[in-house]
């Protein structure tokens, strides 16, 4: 019994150190960045940024693989799917995390069982823009323009559920008016159809809107944030404005499969908020209308909360849903 009792013991510790192990030897080969949306878009900015960065300091190759699709579900359910070996990871925004478990009835994965949050790396403000040809300064005049004519005016998005339409949406049921959506398939055609008379407005993120402003063909009204941005600081909220409610950070965040080492996240992460210290790396992001975060996990897991709180009674106001 005392023999059977030693090799118990042997074989629980060898255990626990096994994981302790795994992590001093990382990394030892290739590590992917999964980006649930294509090249170009703002994850995937940033998830280049991060492997560009990280990988000379891990002495391994770091590559960045886009699989996008419906919402940001295809990527998101390979990241939940992948093995936790600590060779894959994630970036991704809120959409995936928050609104689309409530948009999909059949989604793919279960955000908050199998993927680890990690640290929201940056974010960026959303911006209330409108067609100069509206002839409106403010959104107080936006709104009297909207009682005044219901119906009669539309907005752009990128998609139906995107941040983007629930965003417009809430401002819909804040001006007690309905207001026309098209969708589109990225922030660049929605201020194209601004730009060409096809919609007169949208809340979108900054970078895709703020180069535009600055020429005086779109107007920016307002941020859709908590308070002020850093990067835009002399656009008044929608709630300083007198619309409450209305918060749409552009954030975007790392993840891990579920049941990845703890070390290894820990290890990964630390590289990420190390990225995001550094003058040169925050400088790029300001160029981009973008501000770095590196929260904690349990910060991501409030924000990615809040988010779920915020836009589930817009959708189901909405009736919006996906059937797939």
């Known amino acids: 019994m005392r023999i059977l009792s030693a090799f118990a013991l042997l074989a629980a510790s060898s255990l626990l150190v096994l994981p302790v192990q795994a992590a001093d030897a990382w990394p030892a080969k290739t590590i992917r960045i999964l980006v649930p949306f294509g090249p170009g878009s703002t994850p995937d900015t940033m998830a280049?940024?991060?492997?560009?960065?990280?990988?000379?300091?891990?002495?391994?190759?770091?590559?960045?693989?886009?699989?996008?699709?419906?919402?940001?579900?295809?990527?998101?359910?390979?990241?939940?799917?992948?093995?936790?070996?600590?060779?894959?990871?994630?970036?991704?925004?809120?959409?995936?995390?928050?609104?689309?478990?409530?948009?999909?009835?059949?989604?793919?994965?279960?955000?908050?069982?199998?993927?680890?949050?990690?640290?929201?790396?940056?974010?960026?403000?959303?911006?209330?823009?409108?067609?100069?040809?509206?002839?409106?300064?403010?959104?107080?005049?936006?709104?009297?323009?909207?009682?005044?004519?219901?119906?009669?005016?539309?907005?752009g998005s990128m998609g139906v559920g995107s941040i983007s339409h629930l965003a417009m949406a809430a401002l819909a049921a804040a001006s007690g008016t309905d207001i026309v959506h098209v969708p589109y398939a990225s922030s660049s055609?929605?201020?194209?159809?601004?730009?060409?008379?096809?919609?007169?407005?949208?809340?979108?993120?900054?970078?895709?809107?703020?180069?535009?402003?600055?020429?005086?063909?779109?107007?920016?009204?307002?941020?859709?944030?908590?308070?002020?941005?850093?990067?835009?600081?002399?656009?008044?909220?929608?709630?300083?404005?007198?619309?409450?409610?209305?918060?749409?950070?552009?954030?975007?965040?790392?993840?891990?499969?579920?049941?990845?080492?703890?070390a290894i996240e820990d290890r990964f992460t630390a590289e990420v908020v190390a990225m995001l210290k550094d003058p040169a790396i925050v400088k790029k992001l300001a160029n981009l209308h973008e501000e770095p975060v590196a929260s904690t996990p349990a910060e991501m897991k409030a924000v990615v909360q809040g988010d779920l709180d915020r836009w589930t009674p817009v959708i189901k106001a909405n009736n919006i849903r996906f059937d797939q």
């Open 48 to 155: 280049r940024m991060t492997a560009d960065y990280i990988g000379p300091k891990l002495g391994v190759p770091v590559v960045v693989e886009n699989k996008a699709g419906a919402g940001g579900n295809i990527g998101t359910a390979a990241m939940a799917k992948a093995d936790p070996d600590g060779y894959t990871f994630g970036i991704t925004i809120s959409g995936p995390l928050a609104a689309n478990t409530v948009l999909f009835p059949n989604l793919p994965y279960k955000p908050a069982q199998d993927l680890d949050l990690l640290t929201i790396a940056a974010t960026q403000p959303s911006v209330l823009v409108v067609s100069p040809s509206l002839g409106v300064n403010d959104v107080d005049g936006l709104l009297k323009a909207l009682r005044a004519k219901p119906g009669d005016y539309n907005y």
């Open 189 to 262: 055609k929605v201020v194209t159809s601004i730009l060409s008379g096809e919609t007169q407005m949208g809340i979108l993120p900054a970078a895709a809107v703020m180069e535009q402003v600055k020429a005086g063909k779109i107007k920016a009204l307002a941020v859709a944030t908590a308070k002020r941005s850093t990067i835009l600081p002399d656009l008044p909220t929608l709630a300083e404005s007198g619309v409450s409610g209305i918060e749409a950070d552009a954030w975007m965040g790392f993840v891990a499969p579920h049941g990845t080492p703890q």
